[in-house]
């Protein structure tokens, strides 16, 4: 049986057709479909521009395919951490030849990095975490969204993370990563917001979505999905700082199923025809607070969001020593996917808060396992 909210929050959110169907479908085991290819720790990473020469520890990164004048790289945009004084984070960039991650010498080649994503305004200042990147329909740049600690984040109140936007764009003929959007509850929600994690756009046609995951002052999580207007994404910064975009309504998808403390989004969605998205989500169990994965199949309109599958069990967990032993034990916690080819996507996700993970799944697979939680075509 899922778990009832017990505040009104619940009331502000519209229930995803197919919402309840899917949290009873739900069961807790696995059958993990993820080729693990490769792991990176803080030894692999040097870090350029900065007078430290390795990070303490490097996790919860995200991907990207791209090719330059040397060849196709795989980017990693992962987290990193200098100092455990405050745990403060920021977003290295590192480009790892493709052919490393097909001959198996990503596991032991080592690759510089620099920092593009660092604490820099009120909404990030004790910290930038857990990246999601990827390009929207129709717009060839690279977004990024990710988890900025603000500088409420030590103190008692709300707003002490926010989702915070940037895009890549081209300044004196160097890429350059400029925030452009903090995103904040609309009608006086903001102030019972306890965080705000797990978030990122999405675009078909001419809607915008924004993914995000709440966490409220009843102690609550909600996994939500909301339209924006797309003149959001024309409007930029304001005097230098992210521009704050208020977000209203919204759909709930998703609840924690009876075994589940909470659950959360993990990568960007990719689009499987139609208005047909999958997305891979993950989930907190309540006897180890082990953290594993499981995919949703989402079907966006205007009208409506309806979860058309999920995959009835987790489709991976904790496996690896690197996974099951670190900084969080138990964690595998994927922020990157990207197209390989036709059918196969790089995944990229934090081990134990220690550990870049790098893994490999098939479409068709994964299709396979959302067609037997399937509940609407």
Not at 204 to 215: C, E, W
Not at 342 to 358: H, L
Request: charged share 25%; hydrophobic share 35%.
């Amino acid at each position: 049986m899922a778990k009832a909210a017990s505040s009104g929050y619940s009331s502000l959110f519209k229930p995803a057709t197919g919402m309840w169907d899917a949290i009873r479908l739900r069961r807790s085991e696995t059958r993990d479909i993820v080729k693990r290819l490769g792991v990176i720790n803080r030894e692999h990473v040097v870090i350029n521009g900065y007078p430290v020469h390795h990070p303490v520890t490097v996790f919860n990164s995200a991907v990207t395919v791209e090719r330059g004048e040397e060849g196709e790289f795989l980017v990693l945009y992962a987290r990193i951490v200098a100092g455990y004084y405050m745990y403060v984070s920021s977003v290295i960039e590192i480009p790892i030849p493709l052919e490393d991650l097909h001959s198996g010498d990503i596991n032991l080649n080592i690759y510089t990095g620099r920092i593009v994503i660092y604490p820099s305004t009120r909404y990030d200042l004790w910290g930038a975490e857990d990246p999601r990147v990827y390009r929207l329909e129709g717009d060839n740049r690279l977004y990024m969204t990710y988890t900025g600690r603000t500088v409420n984040y030590f103190r008692p109140g709300n707003e002490r993370t926010l989702p915070i936007t940037a895009v890549r764009e081209e300044k004196d003929g160097q890429p350059q990563w400029v925030k452009i959007h903090a995103y904040t509850l609309a009608g006086g929600l903001q102030k019972h917001l306890v965080s705000n994690k797990d978030a990122y756009l999405y675009k078909q046609g001419s809607d915008l979505y924004l993914f995000q995951r709440l966490h409220m002052d009843s102690d609550e999580y909600f996994t939500v999905v909301s339209r924006l207007s797309e003149q959001v994404l024309h409007k930029g910064q304001d005097n230098g700082c992210p521009r704050r975009v208020e977000v209203s309504d919204g759909f709930e998808i998703l609840r924690p199923a009876r075994f589940e403390t909470k659950i959360g989004w993990s990568t960007p969605p990719v689009r499987v025809g139609g208005d047909s998205v999958v997305a891979l989500m993950h989930g907190v169990d309540e006897e180890l607070q082990a953290y594993r994965v499981f995919a949703v199949e989402l079907g966006l309109s205007r009208d409506e969001v309806v979860v058309k599958a999920v995959t009835p069990h987790y489709i991976m967990a904790p496996q690896r020593l690197w996974e099951i032993f670190g900084d969080r034990p138990y964690v595998v916690f994927p922020c990157g996917i990207w197209q390989l080819d036709k059918r196969e996507y790089v995944i990229s996700y934090g081990a134990s808060d220690t550990f870049v993970g790098i893994g490999l799944v098939n479409l068709d697979e994964l299709l396979g396992e959302l067609d037997k939680g399937r509940i609407y075509e």
